[in-house]
């Protein structure tokens, strides 16, 4: 059943997403099409061309930004009026689970943003605004070489250190969206005349936020202080790892209480409307 | 004839206040059951707990044989008092996403029963009237072939005619081995379709007697007993 939620779910969020990443990719096309031209003509025309090159590289930029904030404010209100308001009677009256509902949202919101990603990257290598700046595929790959072969110099895998990058990513990732779900669940299990849910959301998600970067500083400062302030320039890539190895395992802990928090109240404790 | 629903000593509460108190009671497959009482009696509370929506704070909830749960879901078909649709989706997908989920709905019955109500399939549910919108929930819900139906306050706000329509789309479709329990206030009107009644006050069952009964060893119709009943 989770795969016929997911299905629903991305169905319900791609018509509007699907709508912006054509928008940029729309505006990488004429970022490259008025490149050209101003690189091609001269006088009048080609300065025209020139500043509407940088008015479309502006508006995709702009859009950039735009489909991330859409791709989150869509995210929570589907959470939010799907599970926790109206919907959310058809929705717990599912012959599915409490944890099935919460993780086809984590997925569909993942999948979203690993989109927004790929639509953003795609649309900068269509535009060929990297390569106006000097930043090319070639570049690209012996930028990864040299980073692969400076760190075999200090004994490090640098193929390792990517892959625990990429994974720190994905895990940040997952904990940010189940942080909001966890505060809107919260929220939301709050009754009473006069409250108001969304504000109290907000306000846990605030209240969260910053128990995490109590944590997160408190963590990283026993780790240096642990390693002392004088680490030998040998050993600052394995240094650095070992820190972003405890941001995974602290960040991994932090998405487990948020989902069982939202998962719980959500067989214990929903509160529709 | 086996129980389709059954709670032993059911208790909800909301914090301190107490909306379900201690409530015991079965309800037989074939029989359509009222569930009557006042506004912030408890009848929607118990609809819910038996739906999933809600957790019981103390006793237990049986529907089929099974607690309350996934197996449970499977076989309850439940129309709550509120629009649950997202506005966004056609008709068509509404019909798609039930039979999706559940695998004892008749797409086909559906279908047939829209055609007669005139709701056009590519029709979104923002684009249809609150009195159409209820009604096409109600169609969905009744073309499962479940066990049990629980339907919550079905004719509240609408008009005297979509009530009958209400009424004759309940009868037509509810199968003989399931069990109906129907919520409302609206007694008069749902009186003439009920096997039994259930009759809750703050939280108590008060009666749980067949309509009948009623009628033969009171001497009063459902309606005259309730107003006898919960007088203010």
Known sequence: MLDKLIKYDLKAGGRIISVIYLFMLLCAVFVRITGMLSNALDGFIGNAMGYLWMFTMFIMILSVVAVCVVTLVLILLRYRNNLLRDEGYLMHTLPVSAVSLYFSKIITSLIFFIGDIAVIILSFIISGIPAEFGFTWDSFVKMLTTFHYGAKEYGVNGTLYIIVIIVLFIICLYESISQFFASINIGYSISGKGVNRDLISVAVYIATYIILQVVMVFAIFATVFMHGFDVPETEMLNYTGLLLVITIILMSVFSVIYSTISIKLMQKKLNLE | ?232
Not at chain 2, 79 to 94: C, I, N, Q, W
């Open chain 2, 1 to 232: 004839m086996g129980n389709i629903l059954e709670c032993h000593n059911l208790t909800k509460k909301y914090g301190s206040k107490v909306a379900l108190d201690n409530i015991s009671l079965s309800i037989n497959s074939g029989k359509i059951t009222g569930l009557l009482g006042p506004n912030g009696s408890g009848k929607t509370t118990l609809i819910k707990i038996a739906s999933g929506i809600l957790s019981a704070s103390e006793g237990e909830v049986m529907a089929g044989g099974n607690r309350i749960g996934v197996e449970s879901k499977k076989i309850v078909s439940y129309l709550p008092e509120r629009p649950y649709f997202s506005p966004g989706m056609k008709v068509s997908e509404t019909i798609k996403f039930f039979k999706d989920f559940y695998s004892d709905f008749s797409e086909d019955a559906a279908a047939e029963m829209l055609k007669s109500l005139e709701i056009k399939m590519d029709a979104r549910i923002r684009t249809l009237s609150k009195g159409n919108r209820e009604k096409v929930q109600l169609v969905l819900v009744m073309s499962r072939k479940a066990k049990l139906y629980l339907l919550d306050e079905p004719m509240g706000g609408v008009d005297p005619a979509a009530r009958d329509f209400i009424l004759k789309t309940i009868l037509m479709n509810y199968n003989e081995e399931a069990g109906v329990i129907i919520s409302t206030h609206l007694i008069s009107d749902v009186e003439k379709v009920l096997d039994d009644v259930i009759f809750i006050r703050n939280g108590k069952m008060i009666l749980h007697e067949s309509v009948d009964q009623i009628r033969s060893e009171k001497g009063k119709s459902v309606d005259a007993l309730f107003r006898e009943v919960f007088a203010c």
